[in-house]
């Protein structure tokens, strides 16, 4: 299990290798390039719009992840993260570094900043884009509560959770539970 600090260099890692591991040969190469060393990167963009999130929103499924689950919200409500939003095709500043924005992304928790972020379009009243913000709510509230094994290891509890909401939001979340259960492994050593 691997503690808040240790996982930091991991998470970054993590998203440039779903990245990459989710785009066409072609696009591989573009987003190679594209993550390339600081001095070649394009700089980072984020919106900061608190206006986007409704107030008391946060603090809402805050309350929902504390009634569906059994960790310990003292913290995130005292302290919530920030919210901020970027487009696709930006490059963002998350843990410590840069990650590029692609058309699969919907959000991140960013650890090392404190900040969840979202991928615009993004509006409140839908159901599907809250439960965005609640994904990465709840990888907040995890990430504050115990460590992980590895990055992807609380992927799994996540999408339970986003899917649950959506049901009792009346939507059908339609995911792939076989992609997501790739997505939510810890990488083993394999021998040839």
Known sequence: M????AMRPLIAASVLATLLATATPGRAHMLADRLAPDHCRTPPALIENPGAVPPGLVAE???????????????????????AFCRIGDVIPYESGTALVDETLNGAYDLSNHRVILVQPWDAKTPRDRSVLLHELIHHVQLENRGYECLQAPEWEAYELQEAYLAQQGVDAGFDWLQIYFLSRCPRDHHP
Do not use: K, Q, R
């Not at 691997?2 to 600090?5: I, K, V, Y």
């Not at 309350?63 to 920030?82: F, K, N, Q, R, V």
């Open 61 to 83: 499924l805050l309350t929902w992840i504390g009634e569906a689950t059994d960790y310990d919200l003292t913290t995130s409500h005292a302290t919530p993260p920030d919210v």
């Open 2 to 5: 691997l503690s808040h600090e």
